[in-house]
């Protein structure tokens, strides 16, 4: 079975991105889940408290990027883990040809 564009393309990312599982667990985890969540979150925080600053906001934001940081290397754990998975039946189909 011939690999089509799209998969063909996917192989050939996903074949640098996983020499670096360091890197894009760091990505996923830190900078697309834990990031964001945590900046949300005090947002609310914030507004909650009519923008006054406290010690107990930066507690919670660094409580908050804990908690997302956990929760988002689990994810990208998963996520990494699937694509591998894809990434192997993918270099099946090649070597099969």
């Not at 799209?6 to 830190?30: C, D, G, H, P, T």
């Not at 834990?34 to 906001?57: N, Q, V, W």
């Not at 804990?66 to 090649?94: D, P, Q, W, Y």
């Amino acid at each position: 079975m011939k690999l089509d564009e799209k998969q063909s393309n996917y192989y050939k990312k996903w074949e640098s991105i996983r020499n670096n599982k360091l890197k894009y667990l760091f990505k996923k985890a830190m900078l697309d889940y834990a990031l964001p969540f945590s900046i949300f979150m005090t947002i609310f925080e914030l507004i909650d408290s009519r923008f006054i600053f406290s010690y107990k906001i930066l507690t919670d934001f660094l409580i908050l990027f804990l908690i997302g940081s956990v929760l988002g290397t689990i994810v990208a754990l998963i996520s990494f883990r699937i694509s591998e998975k894809k990434h192997i039946k993918f270099k099946g189909n090649l070597h099969n040809e």
